[in-house]
């Protein structure tokens, strides 16, 4: 994991700054809610547990980075991160998914995680076993003679020592040894056995709630007869990613593995709670055949703490990390009911982006839109260029846009973009070795028609 010691909270917003423009509030908020993280394992036993953590709700529009933040903030602590929406919930009762069920998605990416990290550290003792085991497909019969010092035997009517025999063999396994290493059997066809896949999960109704068991049919394989192999014909490259994938899952130790990801889930779990004003509003357009305030109430105890049982184990949700985000059009969180209210202490209000926002959102950040569209295009060997006026007015567009219609927030700018550049994407193999100018004048050559006619705006833009 990564060493919190060192992300101190100017850090953490430092490492946000990369990828998110602005919303200094909430990225100041949420820095300190991870170094708290690493305040409270310092504390003694009996007062780490009495310390709950500061769960955030986040409001404003869409496209202004609220799940950004939380995503970016759940890889700079290597924490499992999951995002779920408060709508796909239901009450006890209904047919649909229950609340607990993102404790259980929440383990499942946290066992996934930790499963990949120490599959690196056996990565080249399982690799050393798939070459001696492609060595052994590629070399049939070849097995060392078993014979005391000084036996003979007959090889091709002529007696030799087992010896040279021996070396001849051992000299042959490393020549294609080294092929195979060179890649230069590749593309040579063997025939492996390959573990067919387990039953998948499946979903059991338990009194008046369905409940996922999370019951792996793989386990009573041998019951099915599942737990046979199939023979399969492959070329060595495709054969070496998968013998070395299934030696990974044979030397990995999954009681250890559940072990780790158990312990993270508790104690640095996120879990980003998104459209969670859509649960709090009162306009019944937003589905009155389930009670928005059931799933509240049914949320209230995960938040609050409380136990949960997955195929892992059972899990303390005590010192997870709730962020809650919501646009709070129609509604405000004072509509939430009270007590789930108080165990959302810290409310971070995100501004809408506006002009100068746009404009290095485009250029600024490591992933930034210009900067991704440059590179798709220079595989096709063209060269995409955007002069400053021509960001400066796709950022207008953006913002004048968004003044008229939805407000998207940054999600304008991929819609805007795609059509800008449409033709040069279509036309990117055939003009290769290229330079292509974005300007003003070829933006506005683009849309022009579009921006000025506001009933086409509103489906296109």
Do not use: C, W
């Amino acid at each position: 994991m990564v060493d919190l010691d060192k992300l101190t909270p100017r850090e953490i917003v430092k490492e946000l700054d990369k990828y998110i423009i602005g919303q200094d509030k909430a990225k100041k908020a949420v820095a300190i809610a991870l170094r708290n993280r690493m305040r409270r394992q310092k504390l003694p036993a009996e007062l780490k547990d009495e310390i709950a953590p500061k769960n955030i709700i986040m409001i404003g529009p869409t496209g202004v980075g609220k799940t950004e933040i939380a995503r970016r903030l759940s890889r700079l602590s290597a924490a499992p991160f999951l995002k779920v929406e408060a709508t796909k919930y239901t009450e006890v009762g209904y047919v649909g998914r229950d609340v607990e069920s993102m404790i259980r998605d929440l383990m499942s990416v946290a066992v996934s995680m930790v499963k990949e990290e120490l599959q690196e550290g056996v990565k080249e003792e399982a690799e050393r076993r798939v070459e001696e085991g492609l060595l052994d497909l590629l070399l049939p019969g070849v097995k060392k003679p078993v014979m005391k010092p000084g036996n003979k035997i007959m090889l091709n009517t002529k007696i030799v020592n087992p010896g040279d025999e021996t070396k001849s063999k051992s000299s042959t396994r490393e020549k294609f040894r080294q092929m195979l290493r060179d890649g230069k059997l590749d593309d040579k066809m063997v025939e492996v056995d390959i573990s067919k896949k387990g039953f998948p999960s499946m979903q059991i109704f338990s009194g008046t709630s369905m409940e996922e068991m999370d019951i792996n049919l793989g386990n009573l394989s041998n019951m099915f007869g599942g737990g046979k192999k199939k023979r399969k014909s492959v070329t060595i490259k495709q054969a070496r990613e998968i013998l070395t994938a299934e030696e990974m899952d044979k030397l990995v130790d999954m009681d250890r593995v559940t072990e780790v990801a158990k312990l993270r889930v508790e104690e640095m779990g996120i879990i980003f709670l998104d459209e969670i004003d859509k649960i709090a509003s009162k306009d019944s357009r937003f589905g009155s055949d389930v009670s928005r305030e059931g799933v509240q109430r049914d949320i209230l105890p995960i938040v609050e703490g409380s136990k949960v049982n997955t195929r892992y184990g059972i899990i303390d949700t005590a010192h997870i990390l709730f962020i809650a985000a919501g646009a709070f059009h129609m509604s405000k969180p004072s509509d939430l009911i009270p007590e789930l209210q108080g165990r959302f202490p810290l409310r971070v209000e995100l501004n809408a982006l506006t002009k100068e926002d746009f404009q290095k959102i485009l250029t600024q950040p490591k992933n930034a839109l210009i900067k991704q569209y440059i590179e798709l295009i220079k595989t096709e060997d063209v060269t995409l260029e955007f002069t400053d006026s021509a960001v400066e007015r796709i950022s207008e567009i953006a913002t004048d846009v968004n003044s008229k219609t939805e407000n998207i927030g940054a999600r304008r700018l991929h819609t805007i973009l795609e059509l800008v550049l449409e033709e040069v994407s279509f036309n990117a193999p055939d003009i290769k070795g290229q330079t292509v100018s974005i300007t003003p004048e070829y933006i506005d050559n683009k849309l022009t028609n579009i921006i000025e006619d506001r009933d086409l705006t509103r489906f296109i833009l």
